[in-house]
């Protein structure tokens, strides 16, 4: 019994050091502005959700009963395994819209080159 309590307590620091590392790094990325602050917010929300769920053990463990999950670092890999899902989801959504985007304005490109073609061969 002692040794589960203490596998939990370990994983339990592993999840807040994974929770908190992931926090730096979206941070930092911001920082770099190699990541647009729109979807730090998705990583910060999806960071501070699972953040709570570790520090917070008696959440956890009503959420896994509710779902039916007997080990309740199982549902927070669930959890996780959610918001990727999540953000897996938007991210499509966003390149689609940039794929559209891109091809209306491949089109114009190629519209605007047309007519100055046929304007440089007006003029003398």
Do not use: C
Request: charged share 15%; net charge positive; aromatic share 10%.
């Amino acid at each position: 019994m002692i040794a589960a309590a203490h596998l939990g307590g370990r994983l339990q620091v592993v999840a807040i050091l994974a929770t908190l590392g992931m926090f730096v790094l979206v941070f930092e990325l911001v920082r770099q502005r190699r990541l647009m602050e729109r979807y730090a917010l998705l990583w910060l929300f999806s960071a501070g959700v699972l953040f709570g769920l570790v520090v917070w053990k008696d959440a956890l463990s009503r959420l896994s009963s509710a779902v039916g999950v007997f080990y309740p670092p199982s549902a927070l890999f669930a959890v996780a395994l959610g918001f990727v899902f999540v953000l897996l989801l938007h991210f499509s959504l966003v390149i689609s819209r940039l794929a559209d985007q891109n091809k209306i304005l491949a089109q114009k490109v190629g519209s605007l080159s047309q007519r100055i073609d046929e304007l440089e061969q007006r003029e003398p």
